[in-house]
């Protein structure tokens, strides 16, 4: 039992840590890869799916978050990052502040299905303007905010600013995905070598 669903688990968990990836390439150094922010726009959207795969679109656009999920859990010292654990634990607490309030549920899935009814038309960086709107209407409102560090230059930029938010309302998305499919941190502490495997599987399947 406690192995089911570990490859469906280290999908959701890939966009967790390539949501966190993407927030702190921004956040510090201003890079910003289009590529790694679609698949994130798509798990925002695809709020019905019940292909997990699909919810990010493929395997290979999650590349940049199995990588760095696989350095947090069997990388050393020099290569697990404390502020992708930041990030996951402020997640992690507005993900369960969202799943108490259905008021706030019920007006972001209002508000989702609008602007999937009109997003053909959008280019990314619109998408990602959309959503950081969203994400300030709703999950903004709860505290304690999420605190991003980095240079100012960047934080201040509305279009890098809009790329943030969105990663993180992606991370949302993704945590309780996880946690729909079985997950836990007590399950990912015992079977760190069962998704390890999954991810190498998945990397390797990306590659060939």
């Known amino acids: 039992m406690w192995n089911d ?12 840590y390539q949501s966190c990836e993407v927030v702190s390439k921004i956040a510090w150094k201003g890079e910003y890869v289009e ?12 709020i019905n799916s019940t292909n997990t795969e699909d919810v990010y679109m493929n395997i290979a656009s999650l590349e940049t978050g199995l990588i760095h999920f696989r ?7 020099f290569t697990r990052s404390s502020e992708t654990r930041r990030y996951i634990a402020s997640l992690k607490q507005l993900s369960n502040n969202l ?9 972001i899935q209002m508000l989702l299905k609008k602007m999937d009814d009109d997003s053909t038309s959008m280019t990314v960086d619109e998408k990602s303007m959309e959503l950081s709107n969203i994400y300030q209407k709703t999950l903004s409102n709860f505290e304690p905010r999420i605190v991003v560090n980095g240079e100012n230059i960047y ?6 600013a809009s790329r943030i938010r969105t990663a993180l309302f992606a991370g949302v998305r993704s945590l309780i995905l996880w946690q729909q499919l079985g ?11 069962s998704f390890s495997k999954q991810i190498d599987k998945y990397l390797e399947s990306v590659r060939s």
Do not use: R, Y
């Not at 669903?5 to 967790?16: F, N, P, R, V």
């Open 183 to 193: 997950g836990s941190k007590l399950k990912l502490l015992f079977l760190k070598s």
């Open 5 to 16: 669903k570990i490859d469906e688990q280290t999908i959701a968990l890939a966009g967790l």
């Open 99 to 107: 799943m108490q309030d259905n008021k706030c549920i019920n007006e």
């Open 155 to 160: 934080l201040t930029d509305q279009a890098q």
């Open 35 to 46: 590529k790694d922010l679609i698949p994130l726009i798509n798990c925002i959207l695809k």
């Open 71 to 77: 350095k947090q859990i069997v990388g050393d010292i």
